[in-house]
Structure formats: C-alpha cells, structure tokens
C-alpha cells in the first residue's frame, strides 16, 4: 500500500470510530438501522470500568447518530427519596436534606461546604443534572401534601407524546442545513477526494483541496453552534468542547449532526422516544418490555434492610406504572394484551419468567435471571 492509502485507510478508522456514541450504561439508546427503521439498542460495546457502552451509529448517509435518554435513576416520594434498589445510604428525607445541587453531571445533596455533600446520582449531561437538581430543590421547599401531585405531573410530562414530537421537529427543521453540509463533507472527504488525487495527483491540487475541506468545516462549524444554542441553550460548555473538536476534526465535523441530537429527549421517558421514533411494530415490543419490568420489578436486596426507601422506591412505580399504563392506552395499546403470555416455544415449555419472557420445563421455580421472580404457568395448547 502507497503513503496515501494508508493515511486514507486511517481516516475511515477514525471516522468509524467517530461513528460510535458512548452513553451510560443504564440509559435507553436509539439507533437507526438500514432497513428497519429506528430501533432501542440494548447491547453494545460495554466497558464496565469507565460504566458507559458504545452504540454505533449509521456511518452512510442519511448520516443519523444516537439518541440518548435515561430512566429514572431514583425514587421519589412525598417523604423522599431514594436509589432504586437499595443501597448504602438509600433513603434521603428531604426532610434532612439541606439543599439539592448539581456538580457537573452529578445531583449532590448537602451545603456549599463540599465536604457535606453527597452524591444522589449522575445524570447523562450536566444540563439535564442541573434541570433535575432545580426540581428536586423546589419539590424539597414544598409542603409534604403538595409533593405528590408535583411528581406525578412532572412523570406525566416525561411521557407527553406531543411534546416530544414537537422536539424531534424542531431538530428536522434546525439542522436541515447543517446536515446537508455533513453529507456533503463526507462525499467530498471519502469519495470527491480519493478520485482527484488519483487522477491529477495530490502536488497539483492540495492547496485547493485543502482550502475548500478548511470552507467546508467552518460552515458547518457555523450551523453546529447555532443548531446547538436553539435546541440546548443552558449546555454551553458542552457547544464549545465540541465545536473546537469540529473545527479541528474533518470526521468529527461529519458527525456534527450527532452531537446536537444526541440529548434531545434527555427529559423523556423511553417510551415517548420510541413512539416518535420507531416503527409501531418496534414500538409495541418496547411498550411490552417496559410495562413488564415496571409491572413485575426485581426484588431490591436492601428492602428488608431500608424500609424507608423500599416504601418511597414502591410509591414511586406505583405512579410511573399508572403514568405509562396512561399513555399506552393513548396510544391505543392495551396494557392487557402486552402483559399477556407468549406462547409455548415447545412441549417441554410449562412456565415463563412474566418479567422477561424465559420459558421453562419446571412449574413452579424462579426466575435466576430476575432476581427470583415466580414463574408463571404457561397457557396449554
């Protein structure tokens, strides 16, 4: 291989690279796919040191990165809250709680002495941290009567089908140019390139290629920041680091377009993501894992330890539960249906996990898998 074609084969790595978006672990991932629309990734490339997993995104055009958004990370009550599924120091009284702030992606309990602090938990950016700190705070400086109704409006508004319509919209119409100049960068970086510099040579025409890639990534650079700013106005530290990352990066520049869409619905429910972005047979088996994990939830090990937080982590999905069994029958899904048993994959089948589907030849038994739930029987043919 020629100088050139190692150094072309080292931008396609890089660029691929630049394809995969690494989002926490625990948060709910969509991606587009070749033929089959948008789809909840839930694997991934998973590094458990650093608690995130890289979901690739499509590298062809219509470029389309990864949408990000994450479930609730704790239980919130009138009394409180708490980790879900116990913990060390699982319950907070907001009682006891002196003040609700956030530090970067992390909601801290505690004073401005940072040594009062406590970490609740970290969210996916440090704007959705400060949205969530600002909430927590206000909902601690309210009467204890007034809370409840405050949670289980602010759980209705996660999954408000309009408004997240509405925000996917505003994007399409936000990025319309910037995602037409990342195309054309990538015709012009892995397709117009190559064909010059093998028909002319690179000598001859370098500085002129070089000045129209250097036009190219300022204009999108342009749009980026102003796409950015409409669509996350508060996240400005994050619009800078990527912005200088763009204007330094042809291939970072390709994949502009990510980064605005990465945390749109960072203040949505999953479900509200799917029903936007997913076809209705894709998002009908969204909706049916959802309802059975919030349905038939692992058993928290602390529970008999804490029962203050087990009290608050219940209250809490009695709600969402209520809240998502709202908003499937808005959709025209009956809770009913997806709760329903699959049927028998064989004759030896006789029970099933109601959490996550597994069949089994013994009745009855627990789900391992699922911290022990019961198995149910299966219908008999």
């Not at 980026?224 to 700013?229: D, G, I, S, T, V």
């Not at 219940?314 to 699959?342: G, H, K, T």
Request: aromatic share 10%; proline share 7%.
């Amino acid at each position: 291989m020629s100088e050139l074609q190692i150094l072309f084969a080292v931008v396609v790595v890089l660029y691929l690279l630049q394809c995969v978006a690494w989002v926490p672990q625990d948060s709910a991932a969509f991606r587009a796919t070749f033929f089959a629309g948008w789809k909840q990734e839930l694997g991934g490339f998973r590094l458990a040191a650093a608690h995130v997993r890289g979901v690739p995104g499509n590298p062809l055009p219509p470029l389309r990165g990864v949408a990000v958004c994450q479930p609730a990370l704790v239980a919130v009550s009138p009394e409180g809250i708490a980790h879900l599924h116990g913990g060390p120091q699982a319950f907070f009284p907001f009682a006891s709680i002196e003040k609700v702030s956030a530090d970067g992606k992390s909601v801290c309990t505690g004073g401005e002495d940072i040594r009062s602090q406590r970490d609740l938990f970290d969210a996916s950016t440090a704007d959705e941290a400060r949205r969530l700190a600002a909430w927590l705070e206000k909902l601690r400086g309210m009467p204890e009567k007034k809370r409840g109704q405050a949670i289980e409006k602010r759980l209705a508004a996660a999954l408000e089908f309009e408004r997240a319509s509405e925000r996917y919209a505003e994007f399409e119409r936000a990025t319309r140019l910037l995602g037409w100049s990342c195309t054309a960068l990538f015709a012009y970086l892995f397709l117009f390139l190559p064909l010059i510099i093998d028909a002319v040579g690179l000598a001859r025409v370098w500085l002129v290629l070089a000045g129209v890639l250097v036009v190219m990534v300022a204009l999108i650079g342009w749009d980026f920041r102003r796409a950015h700013r409409q669509l996350h106005p508060d996240d400005g530290d994050a619009r800078w680091t990527a912005l200088m990352t763009i204007l330094l990066s042809p291939v970072a520049a390709i994949r502009a377009k990510d980064v605005v869409f990465r945390d749109l619905f960072t203040s949505f429910h999953p479900l509200a993501v799917a029903r936007v972005l997913c076809l209705p047979e894709e998002f009908r088996r969204i909706a049916a894992r959802t309802l059975r994990e919030i349905t038939f939830p692992i058993p928290a090990t602390a529970a008999g330890e804490d029962e203050d937080s087990f009290q608050c982590e219940s209250w809490f999905r009695e709600r969402q539960s209520a809240a998502i069994r709202r908003f499937l029958n808005d959709a025209e899904l009956r809770p009913e249906e997806l709760l329903a048993p699959p049927a028998p994959s064989g004759p030896q089948s006789v029970s099933y996990c109601p959490r996550c589907c597994q069949q089994y030849a013994v009745s009855p038994g627990a789900c391992t898998d699922c911290g022990g739930i019961p198995l149910e029987p299966l219908p008999k043919n």
